[in-house]
């Protein structure tokens, strides 16, 4: 199905201008102000709130397998988060996952 041009060419500006004032009003108007104690409390959260929606769906309905939960997948989700809690270790917990990641796809 084609896009009409001109849908399109208003489409692109507006989305581009929506982008950069919500980015402006954040980091322009407040660039050089200090942020309030709570919302730099709030702001270190931002990650852990993100993260498992970016990936959790790659873990339990992978494109790999056609949108079907693979034990192989869960394994490394599983091992990934243990070595991460326990170890502190970033580096280690992406390590532990792709290893497990990779033993589980040979043995499955």
């Known amino acids: ?25 954040f980091l322009g108007l407040l660039g050089n102000r200090p942020l309030p104690a709570a919302m730099r409390r709030a702001l270190r959260y931002t990650a852990v709130g993100i993260l498992p929606g970016l ?36 580096i280690g917990a992406i390590l532990a996952g792709g290893v497990t990641l990779y033993i589980c796809l040979w043995l499955f």
């Open 1 to 25: 199905m084609a896009v009409d041009p001109i849908v399109y060419w208003v489409t692109v500006p507006i989305l581009g201008l929506g982008t950069f004032l919500l980015r402006f009003s």
């Open 55 to 90: 990936i959790a769906p790659a873990v339990l309905w992978p494109p790999a397998t056609g949108g079907e939960t693979d034990p192989a997948r869960l394994a490394a989700a599983c091992v990934t988060l243990l070595v991460g809690v326990f170890a502190r270790s970033v």
